[in-house]
């Protein structure tokens, strides 16, 4: 299995922008693909991005479109999301995940990270 761990959120004006990190070890000799989740307080948790092993595949969801990029260094194993043109409404916990398929559900990740805070003010 992969441990996970986020880095990089703080707190920054609306219109601003932010890259958060995912660090991965131990399993990573094998493939995987890889997601951003977010959880605002009282919401449920939403898909964000996803990027496949080998980058081909990349998903986001519309409310990011445009304005977010994931990528990711396996030489690394390291995982990036660029945020730019930050909302209040972006403001969440953000998660990573690590699975077998870049799928916009949580379901098919098996590794989660603790999560790392990013809040927009306006």
């Known amino acids: 299995q992969v441990q996970l761990v986020e880095s990089g959120g703080g707190l920054v004006q609306a219109g601003g922008s932010l890259r958060i990190s995912c660090a991965a070890s131990g399993r990573t000799d094998k493939g995987y693909a890889m997601g951003w989740f977010r959880q605002a307080p009282g919401k449920e948790r939403e898909f964000v991005a996803a990027i496949s092993w080998s980058r081909i595949l990349i998903y986001y969801a519309d409310s990011v479109k445009g304005r977010f990029i994931i990528s990711r260094d396996n030489a690394k194993n390291t995982m990036y999301l660029q945020m730019n043109s930050l909302k209040p409404e972006d403001t969440a916990l953000y998660y990573c995940?690590?699975?077998?398929?870049?799928?916009?559900?949580?379901?098919?990740?098996?590794?989660w990270g603790q999560g790392t805070q990013v809040t927009v003010s306006s």
């Open positions: 995940a690590a699975g077998k398929s870049p799928d916009s559900a949580p379901e098919p990740y098996d590794s």
